[in-house]
Protein backbone atom coordinates (compact mmCIF):
# COMPACT_ATOMS: atom_id res chain seq x y z
CA UNK A 1 0.00 0.00 0.00
CA UNK A 2 0.94 3.65 -0.57
CA UNK A 3 0.16 6.14 1.56
CA UNK A 4 0.32 10.00 1.72
CA UNK A 5 2.20 10.87 4.97
CA UNK A 6 0.86 14.05 6.77
CA UNK A 7 2.52 17.03 7.42
CA UNK A 8 3.91 16.64 10.91
CA UNK A 9 5.44 13.30 9.67
CA UNK A 10 6.97 14.92 6.37
CA UNK A 11 8.58 17.87 8.96
CA UNK A 12 9.47 14.91 10.78
CA UNK A 13 11.37 13.05 8.33
CA UNK A 14 13.32 16.23 6.97
CA UNK A 15 14.20 17.48 10.63
CA UNK A 16 15.49 13.82 11.27
CA UNK A 17 17.27 12.86 7.46
CA UNK A 18 20.65 15.05 7.18
CA UNK A 19 21.43 14.79 3.89
CA UNK A 20 18.43 15.70 1.27
CA UNK A 21 18.87 16.86 -2.88
CA UNK A 22 17.96 19.84 -4.14
CA UNK A 23 17.02 20.58 -7.43
CA UNK A 24 17.02 23.93 -9.81
CA UNK A 25 17.14 25.30 -13.04
CA UNK A 26 20.61 26.06 -14.65
CA UNK A 27 21.31 27.40 -18.36
CA UNK A 28 17.83 25.49 -19.22
CA UNK A 29 18.61 22.40 -17.46
CA UNK A 30 17.00 20.40 -13.91
CA UNK A 31 20.43 19.96 -11.50
CA UNK A 32 20.02 17.68 -8.58
CA UNK A 33 23.00 17.79 -5.88
CA UNK A 34 22.98 16.05 -2.73
CA UNK A 35 23.29 18.53 0.20
CA UNK A 36 23.19 18.63 4.01
CA UNK A 37 20.24 20.73 5.46
CA UNK A 38 18.22 22.21 8.65
CA UNK A 39 14.69 22.71 9.01
CA UNK A 40 13.57 25.98 10.18
CA UNK A 41 10.40 25.45 10.95
CA UNK A 42 9.08 24.56 7.58
CA UNK A 43 11.73 25.95 5.82
CA UNK A 44 14.38 23.76 4.44
CA UNK A 45 17.70 25.70 4.45
CA UNK A 46 21.42 24.26 3.71
CA UNK A 47 24.52 25.97 3.54
CA UNK A 48 26.57 26.56 -0.50
CA UNK A 49 30.06 28.85 -1.44
CA UNK A 50 28.77 32.17 -1.93
CA UNK A 51 28.59 33.11 -5.81
CA UNK A 52 28.36 29.32 -6.46
CA UNK A 53 25.70 28.08 -9.43
CA UNK A 54 23.43 27.09 -6.58
CA UNK A 55 23.68 30.46 -4.16
CA UNK A 56 23.06 31.95 -7.95
CA UNK A 57 20.26 29.70 -8.83
CA UNK A 58 18.26 30.66 -5.45
CA UNK A 59 18.01 34.01 -6.43
CA UNK A 60 15.66 33.05 -9.37
CA UNK A 61 13.54 31.67 -7.36
CA UNK A 62 12.04 28.22 -7.80
CA UNK A 63 13.77 25.58 -6.26
CA UNK A 64 12.83 22.05 -5.10
CA UNK A 65 13.91 19.38 -2.09
CA UNK A 66 13.66 15.34 -1.56
CA UNK A 67 14.75 14.03 1.48
CA UNK A 68 14.07 9.53 1.08
CA UNK A 69 15.09 6.31 2.72
CA UNK A 70 14.83 3.02 0.49
CA UNK A 71 14.55 -0.54 1.54
CA UNK A 72 14.98 -2.33 -2.02
CA UNK A 73 15.19 -5.70 0.04
CA UNK A 74 11.83 -5.30 1.12
CA UNK A 75 10.60 -3.33 -1.37
CA UNK A 76 9.50 -0.27 1.00
CA UNK A 77 10.84 3.26 1.31
CA UNK A 78 9.38 6.68 1.70
CA UNK A 79 9.88 10.67 0.25
CA UNK A 80 9.19 13.65 1.05
CA UNK A 81 9.07 16.77 -1.42
CA UNK A 82 9.75 20.64 -0.81
CA UNK A 83 8.54 22.40 -3.60
CA UNK A 84 8.86 25.84 -3.46
CA UNK A 85 10.87 29.62 -3.87
CA UNK A 86 14.59 29.50 -2.64
CA UNK A 87 16.46 32.57 -1.51
CA UNK A 88 19.76 33.51 -0.18
CA UNK A 89 19.28 34.31 3.72
CA UNK A 90 21.85 36.02 6.39
CA UNK A 91 23.78 33.33 8.60
CA UNK A 92 21.15 33.48 11.61
CA UNK A 93 20.95 29.57 10.69
CA UNK A 94 24.08 28.80 11.76
CA UNK A 95 23.23 27.52 15.32
CA UNK A 96 20.86 24.80 14.05
CA UNK A 97 23.80 23.05 11.28
CA UNK A 98 26.13 21.13 13.89
CA UNK A 99 28.45 21.11 10.93
CA UNK A 100 28.32 21.57 7.53
CA UNK A 101 29.78 19.31 4.91
CA UNK A 102 30.77 21.91 2.43
CA UNK A 103 31.44 24.89 5.28
CA UNK A 104 33.93 27.72 4.05
CA UNK A 105 34.39 31.39 5.11
CA UNK A 106 33.02 32.14 2.21
CA UNK A 107 29.39 30.52 1.91
CA UNK A 108 25.53 31.52 2.90
CA UNK A 109 22.29 30.29 3.66
CA UNK A 110 19.87 29.26 1.20
CA UNK A 111 16.20 29.23 2.38
CA UNK A 112 13.19 27.19 0.64
CA UNK A 113 10.27 29.23 1.48
CA UNK A 114 7.57 25.81 0.59
CA UNK A 115 4.56 26.06 -1.32
CA UNK A 116 4.11 22.39 -0.85
CA UNK A 117 5.06 19.99 1.42
CA UNK A 118 4.03 16.63 0.17
CA UNK A 119 5.16 12.88 1.14
CA UNK A 120 4.65 9.42 0.61
CA UNK A 121 5.16 6.19 1.99
CA UNK A 122 5.61 2.76 0.22
CA UNK A 123 4.95 -0.82 2.28
CA UNK A 124 7.05 -4.28 0.79
CA UNK A 125 3.85 -6.92 0.61
CA UNK A 126 3.04 -8.19 3.70
Known sequence: GLTVLDMTTCLRRLSETPVGR??????GEIVILPVNHVLDGVHVAFRTTTGSKLGNAANHGAMSF???NVDSMNHCGWSVLVVGTAEVVDARLESLMA???AA????SWVWIRPSEISGREITGPR
Open 22 to 27: VAYFDR
Open 66 to 68: EVD
Open 99 to 101: SSW
Open 104 to 107: SDNS
